[in-house]
Structures are given as C-alpha cells and as structure tokens.
C-alpha cells in the first residue's frame, strides 16, 4: 500500500491551497484517511480526519478554514485549506487505515509529506 501526497507549496497568508492524498496497491476497503501536521520542533498533530461513514474530526485551529473529503472511487482525500495563515506552515502528512483483505483488520500507513509555506 502506498500514499501519495501533492498539492503543497508556497501561498500568502489568506490564501488556500488543496492537498491530495492517492491510495493505491492491495486495497479491499479503507477505515478511514486523514491528515496530520508537524512544523520545526514540534510534535506530529492531527489536522482533520474522516471515518468511514463520513463522520470527521478537524484541529480546533483549523476548523472552519480545513475542508476534509474523501473520493472513494479513487481512494482520494483532499484537504481544502482556505484562510491560511503563516501557523500553518508545517509538513502535512497523509494517514489511512486500510484493510487488505477480508482476513485484514486494518493498519495505519503514512504519505512520505508535503510542505506547506504560508508567508508573504
């Protein structure tokens, strides 16, 4: 199973960027997907996530800015990230939980990151 992460960059403060998240290799269903964040000296933080069924949790600091969805024909997730402001200059990393089989409970797998600058 692989993840694979695009759509970081550069933006001013105030703009927005969307992140994508493309699952591919043995995949029987996925549990859910999400995004976590970790900017220089901190620690990894979740950012938004979405289970299977459509329920989501989001940071309390990005919550009406972060806009979390999932394509499940594509086994996609995006993250719409609108207000940007320079705190949310970090590495944002792809997580889902995925089932490979039906004898499969399910692991974690994790993107390799994407850089996300906001600065003027």
Known sequence: ?????SGGGLVQPGGSLRLSCAASGSIFSINAMGWYRQAPG???ELVAYM???GST?????VKCRFTISIDNAKNTAYLQMDSLKPGDTAVYYCNANIVKNDDDVGHNYWGQGTQV???S
């Open 57 to 61: 949790n989001y940071a309390d600091s």
């Open 1 to 5: 199973v692989q993840l694979v992460e």
């Open 117 to 119: 600058t906001v600065s």
């Open 42 to 44: 901190k620690e990894r």
């Open 51 to 53: 289970h299977k069924g």
